[in-house]
């Protein structure tokens, strides 16, 4: 396999499983080394930074609130002791709810917009010094179709991840000068297990039909996560991806 990332560290946050796993193994199966950021499941990290160094790869786990900044501070520490910086961020942790608008209190949606669109700022705050000391870098950012099409009950998801692009647009401008791009992957339907919390796919999205006959794989996105922080799209910053398979022609 092309080694299109050695000697690169790429933090990947909410990699415990689903996507974030899939983007893990696939970098560090490229060459990068890995930190594997989860919040909750131990045994879920433990086992992805295992199945990294069992192979080869040179990986460490890292718990860490992203929306807490002092535990994002110990968490970048953490990976340049072990690595010598950073050089790709992947911004993949988040929160699914399902929660009809006139249900939603104010602290459900602090909640959900504080892990996806704050822990992505807190992130790259930290993250990026890193990486202008190493020459420039790659910001990730995992958006999804549900802020382009619209889903019911789930008002505090689609907005967390509006500001999300919107974020990855403003810096792209500010950190280009230092080589840094900033992009955004948007899957459609992805062949994911789904957590209790998250519900059922929502109708929008499961009868809306699937032109290339299937869902996503998790390897159809970390795929485009891996264009988008590797050689190959280094001139491509500002914009977001969607990876949908025609469910959306945005």
Not at 14 to 40: E, P, T
Request: hydrophobic content about 45%; some cysteine.
């Amino acid at each position: 396999m092309e080694q299109t990332f050695a000697g690169k560290v790429a933090l990947i946050t909410g990699a415990g499983k689903n996507i974030g796993r899939q983007i893990a193994l696939d970098m560090a199966a490229r060459g990068a080394s890995i930190v594997v950021n989860g919040r909750a499941d131990r045994a879920a990290i433990d086992a992805v930074v295992a199945e990294i160094n069992q192979t080869g790869g040179q990986a460490i786990g890292v718990m860490a609130d992203v929306s807490n900044p002092a535990q994002t501070d110990t968490m970048i520490n953490a990976a340049v002791s072990a690595f010598g910086g950073i050089d790709v961020l992947v911004s993949n942790a988040g929160l699914r709810r399902q929660t009809p608008f006139l249900e939603m209190d104010l602290t459900e949606w602090r909640e959900i917009l504080a892990v996806a669109l704050d822990g992505a700022f807190i992130l790259a705050r930290a993250a990026v010094p890193h990486m202008i000391r190493r020459g420039g870098g790659a910001i990730v950012a995992l958006s999804g179709i549900s802020t382009h099409v619209g889903t019911p009950n789930r008002c505090h998801v689609s907005a967390s991840k509006a500001g999300l692009e919107g974020l990855m647009r403003a810096l792209a401008i500010e950190l280009a000068p230092h080589q840094i791009t900033c992009n955004c992957v948007a899957p459609g339907a992805v062949d994911t297990v789904r957590g209790a919390s998250a519900g059922a796919l929502p109708s929008t999205l499961a009868d809306g039909g699937f032109p290339l006959g299937r869902k996503a794989s998790m390897t159809d996105i970390s795929a485009a996560v891996r264009y988008l922080a590797g050689p190959d799209g280094r001139y491509v910053t500002g914009q977001t991806l969607h990876v949908n398979g025609g469910m959306a022609m945005i």
